[in-house]
């Protein structure tokens, strides 16, 4: 499926001309469309941690606050309760943390253990920044669009063969409720249709619960226990 596909999935559904091509278009409604399309894919990137937005990042720390290359261009946000990692110390790092703890530490000129972290002006800080080691965290990636279909992605249909990397199913049933919302024609069964199959999706997608990997969970048994019987007179 691709841009295309569903538009023209949707053009059908709606009893609408199918097109042949949606960005060199000039037609009002298809443009109308791509612009409902793209905003229905960047309102379900930002719902839900995809699991295929998900992108671990390690990188060498370069002793500069902030970090001028961190986070990278693609990141949108960090998933849910995500750590940042210093592989090289082999800790995770405090944050991130507020305002005035980060100016209490670095005005002290403190050695917190671990070290502090936090975003700042859309960078990455980290006090003390020690060049050479190495960083590891997790974010999700504002790209949601794979671009042709294959390995480069982006945030904005750019081609008609252009693929989700979000299910697309969603994207056609958001198509088609923004797209009646915005004729002013009811769309309520529409949204609860779309919302239902999102409830679905998301579920699918999430992670499994924790599991611990302690003794008993695995078929052994605590170190305190024994396996006869107590007998009180």
């Known amino acids: 499926m691709s841009l295309l596909t569903i538009v023209q999935n949707v053009c059908a559904e709606l009893s609408l001309p199918v097109p ?27 719902d839900h941690d995809w699991s295929i937005l998900r992108v671990i990042r390690t990188f060498a720390c370069t002793g500069a606050l902030p970090e001028p290359n961190e986070p990278p261009a693609d990141w949108e946000r960090f998933p849910d309760n995500s750590a940042m990692w210093n592989t090289s110390r082999l800790w995770t790092l405090n944050g991130p943390v507020d305002g005035q703890t980060w100016m209490r530490n670095t005005v002290l000129n403190s050695n917190p253990v671990p070290q502090l972290w936090r975003i700042f002006g859309g960078r990455l800080d980290i006090y003390p920044n020690v060049a050479g080691e190495n960083v590891m965290y997790e974010y999700i990636s504002k790209n949601w669009i794979a671009v042709g279909g294959g390995s480069t992605y982006a945030a904005t249909w750019s081609n008609d063969n252009d693929t989700g990397r979000i299910p697309e199913r969603l994207l056609e049933l958001s198509l088609i409720w923004r797209w009646k919302r915005a004729k002013g024609l009811d769309y309520s069964e529409e949204l609860e249709n779309y919302e239902r199959a999102k409830e679905s999706e998301v579920g699918s997608d999430r992670s499994a619960t924790a599991v611990s990997l302690s003794n008993p969970n695995r078929g052994g048994v605590p170190d305190n226990w024994w396996p006869g019987i107590i007998q009180v007179n």
């Open 20 to 46: 042949t091509a949606v960005i060199s278009s000039q037609d009002p409604t298809l443009i109308q469309l791509r612009i409902l399309c793209q905003r229905a894919g960047a309102d379900l990137a930002r």
